[in-house]
Structures are given as C-alpha cells and as structure tokens.
C-alpha cells in the first residue's frame, strides 16, 4: 500500500487535474465554434472535426459556453446532439441542452424540451420562462402544452408560478 501523498498536494493534484479538464472544454469550444462558422459545402481535403469524449461536468461547461455563443445553426446543433447523445445525459446536461434548443430555436429537438418538461417539473420552471420571454408563438404553444399535460404532476407553488408566466 502506498501512503497518500499530503493533504496540500493532493489538493494541488486535484486541482491540476480540474484545469486540465477545464482546458480540453476550452479546446472542444473552439471546435465546435470553428465548426459552426464553416460554409454549408466542406471541400473534400478539409479535415472533419474530431470531438473528444467528455465526462458530465466537462460537458455542462460545453454547453454553458456554446450558450454564449451568439448563433448556433442547425447543423451544428444537430452534430452537437449526435456527438454527445444530449438526450440520453442526466437532467443537468439534457437542461443546458434544452436551453439550446429554445435560444437557437432549433424545431427538430422541440420534442426533447417537451420531455424534459414533462420528466423533470422541478428544473423546468426556468425553461418556461426561456420559451415566453422569445415571444415566438411556436415556443410559447409548446410551454402551454407542457403545462397543461403536467400541471396536475406539479407542486402548488411551481404551477402557480409558471401558470403565472405563461397567462
């Protein structure tokens, strides 16, 4: 048995190893960014993109970033899907996901934000909110559908305050 190195370096190690977990995002967020800003038609020679593997907390980082991120297109969103299997992740991933979706008003996954409202009430209260402030009357249809199917699911206090921004 080896004796675990002092508290201070082990601290030290830890951290070092968060900043480099930190620093791949920072590399996969350029890529994506890159990737984003490409033409519709690649060339034949150009390099296909490849994205590393991320653990859940590196991938929430991702998607917190790409959320900063003024426009998204289709394309990529949907290669940003594929990559990561978003719908699969747990609830902290799959809502950063969501925001995605409505923030770039990417219809294809509008079925992912209605599960996720559905499955997980509790965190979805801030989603409601992001499909009315668009005031995009299809994000606004798909928040009042949500409601209406899970509000009897709901605490009071939740449903009060969503029914209170959707009417």
Not at 77 to 95: F, M, N, S
């Amino acid at each position: 048995l080896c004796p675990l190195p002092p508290q201070p370096l082990q601290r030290e190690r830890q951290a070092g190893e968060e900043c480099g977990l930190a620093r791949q995002v920072s590399a996969e967020v350029e890529k994506w960014v890159r990737v984003n800003r490409r033409p519709r038609k690649r060339k034949r020679r150009e390099t296909e993109e490849v994205f590393a593997k991320l653990l859940p907390d590196q991938l929430l980082l991702l998607l917190e970033h790409l959320l900063e991120q003024t426009t998204l297109n289709p394309r990529t969103l949907q290669r940003l899907e594929r990559t990561y299997h978003l719908p699969e992740q747990d609830a902290e991933v799959r809502h950063r996901w969501c925001e995605l979706v409505v923030k770039h008003k990417y219809k294809k996954a509008y079925g992912h934000v209605e599960r996720f409202l559905q499955e997980d009430q509790a965190m979805g209260i801030y989603l409601y909110g992001e499909l009315m402030v668009n005031e995009d009357a299809r994000q606004q249809q798909l928040a009042r559908k949500c409601f209406e199917l899970s509000k009897e699911q709901m605490d009071r206090s939740s449903a009060e305050v969503v029914a209170e921004m959707l009417f």
